[in-house]
């Protein structure tokens, strides 16, 4: 960014001090959207500046008067395209809601809101979260700021882009296999998916409901915790929204210490077809925290190999139900040709839905249908059972476990779409967490040979935020360390 300000807690600091106004702020975030933008293609569309100076002004006057004194007050987020922002448009990155401004704002945006953070703009997404790369979206490609030629990852890449490109500080993302979690290791930048229901998925748009999870994306693991603390906590417009019994105070975690700490590595994480440079950069991390007093093993997390047909199959069924409410009647896209009601059905989602969101629907509706509701939803939901047992017993022996975010480094545009069923095999490392609806982070641990980031992934067990906050924050601070003395 053009400013010296690293963290979006330094910048509302320096907002409470008087030393910058929310004002200048909005004004500095807009103008490097509008100067690094048209390279990464990160945003869809950008709050209009006389309502967000407007906002500024009314958010300094609080802070001025004192009553507002939140750690994010008066920060510029980016918000991913699939969380509905009233009065600012909400497409998915998908053609059948190219238009739709929804009548209100999801929970998590009033939060965000209501801590005097300014929701700067909304970001390009695979197209209803379907995708890796962020290629999948209707209207434009997204870039990875640390090399052009490559894909942020997805869905979360735009965030994920404008993070890394310094467009933003912070971004909220939505997590439903990985999709924080793998384009901030593409990208370099630090992303947490949160337990199952600790972030209000109402005004979320459904992908796979009980899947999906709105998280951060930040610079940093206490600019992440802080945006997590900001949208985190129960609400009672969302079933499955939890009250946390350990509460919702994560910026407490960022404290430097491992010491004691049991840390596994699950062995199926580590084999064929994980690159040899990201693997030797989780060793490598492995040994910072064995350095740092943590104990570090390996061991075997039965039922790995399960996850991604099981995943796969939950969540396309999932979709098929969800993505059903997209006919062309209440709101969105409506085909014009076509006679007759069904005519008219068929026309609208063929034309208002890509190739990938057609072929998980066209999966999902194969699976539920009679004579294979049996033989593969049931059984992907008896795996999944399973998968969380796998994890309960894994976490009666460690703290946390530790492993890749992705097989490789971000590939070049283009690559993944040609083997869709190589770019779904490629969530392994991802996918289980949703599964069994546990919290995980990814950070930065490191680079490729292309100086392309690599990112490590911290898994808890459910409501064990503080834990991985606690363990990444204490490696992040490790590794600056490492890196200054280098430098020096």
């Given at each position: 960014m053009t400013r010296k300000t690293t963290t979006a807690l330094d910048l509302s600091r320096e907002i409470r001090e008087k030393k910058r106004s929310v004002r200048e702020t909005v004004r500095e975030t807009l103008k490097n959207i509008k100067t690094l933008d048209d390279s990464i293609g990160a945003f869809l569309s950008v709050t209009p500046e006389e309502e967000l100076l407007a906002k500024a002004d009314a958010i300094q006057r609080q802070i001025d008067d004192g009553s507002l004194t939140g750690p994010l007050a008066g920060v510029p987020v980016a918000v991913k395209d699939n969380i509905c922002t009233k009065g600012l448009a909400t497409t998915c990155a998908s053609r059948i809601l190219e238009n739709f401004v929804p009548p209100y704002s999801a929970s998590a945006v009033e939060r965000l809101e209501a801590a005097g953070a300014l929701v700067i703009g909304k970001t390009n997404m695979d197209e209803f979260a379907m995708g890796s790369t962020t290629e999948t979206s209707a209207f434009k490609v997204t870039r990875n700021p640390r090399n052009p030629e490559h894909v942020p990852g997805g869905s979360s890449g735009g965030s994920c882009a404008a993070v890394a490109a310094g467009e933003v500080l912070l971004a909220l993302g939505s997590d439903t296999g990985g999709s924080i979690r793998q384009p901030s290791a593409f990208c370099g930048v630090t992303g947490l998916k949160p337990t199952y229901g600790t972030v209000s998925r109402y005004g979320l748009i459904a992908y796979a409901s009980s899947l999906d999870q709105i998280g951060p994306v930040a610079g940093n693991v206490a600019d992440c915790a802080a945006l997590l603390e900001a949208v985190a906590g129960h609400d009672p417009k969302d079933a499955t929204s939890l009250q946390r019994p350990d509460g919702t105070s994560f910026t407490e975690a960022c404290v430097p210490d491992v010491r004691g700490m049991k840390i596994g590595i699950p062995k199926a994480y580590l084999q064929e077809g994980l690159d040899p440079?990201?693997?030797?950069?989780?060793?490598?991390?492995?040994?910072?925290?064995?350095?740092?007093?943590?104990?570090?093993?390996?061991?075997?997390?039965?039922?790995?190999?399960?996850?991604?047909?099981?995943?796969?199959?939950?969540?396309?069924?999932?979709?098929?139900?969800?993505l059903a409410r997209?006919?062309?009647?209440?709101?969105?896209?409506?085909?014009?040709?076509?006679?007759?009601?069904?005519?008219?059905?068929?026309?609208?989602?063929?034309?208002?839905?890509?190739?990938?969101?057609?072929?998980?629907?066209?999966?999902?509706?194969?699976?539920?249908?009679?004579?294979?509701?049996?033989?593969y939803y049931l059984k992907a939901l008896r795996t999944r059972a399973l998968i969380r047992e796998s994890y309960t017993r894994a976490f009666q022996s460690y703290d946390l476990l530790l492993a890749p975010a992705y097989p490789t480094t971000a590939p070049k545009l283009g690559v993944s779409l040609e083997d869709p069923l190589k770019m779904y095999l490629g969530d392994i490392h991802t996918v289980s967490v949703n599964l069994a609806g546990l919290p995980a982070i990814s950070i930065p641990c490191g680079c490729d040979s292309q100086r392309l980031p690599i990112g490590m992934q911290l898994i808890g067990d459910a409501f064990m935020e503080k834990k991985i906050i606690r363990a990444a924050y204490t490696f992040e601070q490790a590794a600056g360390i490492a890196a200054e003395r280098k430098e020096a």
């Open positions: 440079e990201v693997r030797d950069a989780i060793l490598r991390a492995a040994d910072t925290f064995r350095s740092l007093g943590a104990e570090v093993e390996s061991f075997d997390l039965p039922l790995t190999e399960y996850a991604i047909p099981a995943y796969y199959l939950i969540a396309s069924a999932e979709a098929s139900s969800n997209f006919d062309g009647v209440k709101y969105g896209y409506r085909s014009p040709e076509g006679e007759g009601l069904h005519e008219m059905y068929k026309r609208t989602r063929s034309e208002g839905f890509g190739p990938e969101v057609k072929r998980r629907i066209m999966l999902g509706s194969f699976v539920l249908s009679a004579g294979y509701y049996d033989a």
